[in-house]
Nanobody, 119 residues
Framework: QVQLVESGGGLVQAGGSLRLSCAAS????????MGWYRQAPGKQRELVAT???????NYADSVKGRFTISRDNAKNTVYLQMNNLKPEDTALYYC?????????????WGQGTQVTVSS
């Protein structure tokens, strides 16, 4: 099992920056991909960014050029640097980990951290 704990959310004005962190514990050796997702009120959860163990990244079009995902494998931590934040970035941000134990694939989710961007 993998457990995830997010931190770093908060309230910021439009144009500001925040950095989210997600610390993984448990069977961290089995993690393949880590990522960030978000869910705004009344909307479905959507992908923000992912990063593989090897450092390959993927971003939603809406955050390209503004958000950067990074990963410290030694600390089992993934980060999301968010710059030039917009009110539409307001959402509950969740950390996610895809991992494999044996031949079975699993997913873990954090509890979420709130990001609120005021105009």
């Amino acid at each position: 099992q993998v457990q995830l704990v997010e931190s770093g959310g908060g309230l910021v004005q439009a144009g500001g920056s925040l950095r989210l962190s997600c610390a993984a514990s448990g069977s961290t050796f089995s993690i393949n991909v880590m990522g960030w997702y978000r869910q705004a009120p009344g909307k479905q959860r959507e992908l923000v960014a992912t990063i593989t163990t090897g450092g390959r990244t993927n971003y939603a079009d809406s955050v390209k050029g503004r958000f950067t995902i990074s990963r410290d494998n030694a600390k089992n931590t993934v980060y999301l640097q968010m710059n030039n934040l917009k009110p539409e970035d307001t959402a509950l941000y969740y950390c996610n980990a895809d991992y494999t134990i044996g031949y079975q694939a699993y997913q873990s989710w954090g509890q979420g951290t709130q990001v609120t961007v005021s105009s």
